[in-house]
């Protein structure tokens, strides 16, 4: 069974800083492009960052850039999002999914991002 599972969400001031981490099993985890969505209140889903099968390349959302930072351990099948000056407008419940040699998009152009399975997220809240 593919599981991919989300963590490190909570609550945070804004200006401060979280970890996300995403645990993907069921998978050969080197073959799957990796992304970090996220849907804030009232909001559609948005693509936040994502990481290449292919090169390890990654691609931010421009709101995010030089803020958020993703990595992934293949090693341990583990992919992160260091986030970093957090404001109000981040909180968002943020979601991790895997695409098999998946694009690597931010953007809405493929159904579900190219994504094959997704997490159920972890919930980010900003405070002012």
């Known amino acids: 069974e593919v599981q991919v599972v989300e963590s490190g969400g909570g609550l945070v001031q804004a200006g401060g800083s979280l970890r996300l981490s995403c645990a993907a099993s069921?998978?050969?985890?080197?073959?799957?492009?990796i992304g970090w969505f996220r849907q804030a209140p009232g909001k559609e889903r948005e693509g936040v960052s994502c990481?290449?099968?292919?090169?390890?390349?990654?691609k931010y959302v421009d709101s995010v850039k030089g803020r958020f930072i993703m990595s992934r351990d293949n090693a341990n099948n583990m992919v992160y999002l260091q986030m970093n000056s957090l404001t109000p407008e981040d909180t968002a419940v943020y979601y991790c999914?895997?695409?098999?040699?998946?694009?690597?998009?931010?953007?809405?152009?493929?159904?579900?991002?190219?994504?094959?399975?997704w997490g159920k997220g972890t919930l980010v809240t900003v405070s002012s």
């Open positions: 069921g998978i050969s985890f080197d073959d799957y492009s």
């Open positions: 999914a895997v695409g098999f040699l998946g694009p690597c998009t931010v953007r809405p152009e493929i159904h579900n991002y190219g994504m094959d399975y």
């Open positions: 990481i290449s099968s292919s090169d390890g390349s990654t």
